[in-house]
């Protein structure tokens, strides 16, 4: 009888050995990463894994430099358009051309505003993980139409058909 009270003291001190282990495996599978860094000059590849946190931290970075150049760009228009509005000419030509530069310089600055917007709507995307994929197929958009266009929200068949619809709806 004394050896099967040694095997099951062996085999208590050996349980709180696993649970430690496992403890351990535990810890490093529930550690929260840090946040993933890039460098400047780094460029997503196809061979690295469909919108890893590399690639999610590059059109993030990506988008928000965009969204600052054109916010500073709108605020020089702005600023200048203002500036502009004291040299009334007595000429009428004059009047209308400033008249029509004016129209076009502010249908440019919508044009941004609208383009801001989709900038805040991808980066949303990227926060709730569904950047780079199809809103309509759910499919991969791929990394070269995401390099050339950042906000595109669908995948190029997709976004064929949306067009279709709504030149087919345009026509009604």
């Known amino acids: 009888m004394p050896k099967s009270s040694t095997a099951k003291k062996k085999l208590i001190k050996s349980k709180p050995q ?6 351990t495996l535990n810890k490093t599978k529930d550690k929260i990463k840090g946040p993933v860094k890039i ?10 894994k469909y919108m890893c946190e590399k690639h999610k931290v590059f ?6 430099e965009w969204k600052k150049e054109l916010v500073k ?12 509005d004291n040299s ?24 941004q505003i609208k383009l801001i917007s989709e900038i805040d709507k ?4 990227i926060r709730e ?3 780079g994929y199809c809103l309509d197929t759910a499919e991969p958009i791929g990394l070269k139409r995401l390099m050339a266009r950042p906000v ?14 709504e030149k087919v709806h345009a026509d009604d």
């Open 39 to 48: 460098s400047k000059i780094y460029v997503p590849k196809e061979t690295e």
């Open 129 to 131: 993980d569904t950047y």
């Open 152 to 165: 595109a929200k669908y995948t190029i068949a997709a976004q064929e058909k949306h067009e279709k619809d």
């Open 18 to 23: 696993n649970k430690a282990k496992t403890k």
């Open 59 to 64: 059109f993030r970075m990506k988008l928000q």
């Open 88 to 111: 009334i000419s007595a000429d009428i030509v004059d009047q209308a051309s400033s008249y029509t530069d004016k129209n076009v310089e502010m249908k440019a600055i919508n044009r």
């Open 73 to 84: 760009s709108n605020n020089e228009a702005l600023y200048n358009g203002s500036m502009d």
């Open 122 to 125: 991808a980066l949303a995307r």
